[in-house]
């Protein structure tokens, strides 16, 4: 998130707040970004852990495979 938009994907002003956001993945998603990258973003912060991508599913994501040609 931080290497596509300049700043984290949590920011407020009280802990609380900030948990609240983090729990309820409450973050902006800028417009100038890619379809591939807004999904790959949603994924990857989904605030169950059990439902995050592996590493090898980041990596075969269309984002990179489609974008820069990569293959994990």
Wanted: aromatic share 12%; hydrophobic share 40%; proline share 12%.
């Amino acid at each position: 998130y931080m290497a596509l938009t300049g700043h984290p994907p949590f920011e407020a002003s009280h802990r609380l707040e900030l948990y609240r956001h983090i729990r309820g993945a409450l973050y902006p998603l800028p417009p100038q970004l890619s379809p591939r990258a807004r999904a790959l973003i949603t994924l990857m912060l989904d605030p169950n852990p059990v439902a995050r991508p592996s590493l090898r599913d980041v990596l075969d994501h269309q984002f990179f495979t489609q974008v820069w040609g990569w293959r994990g």
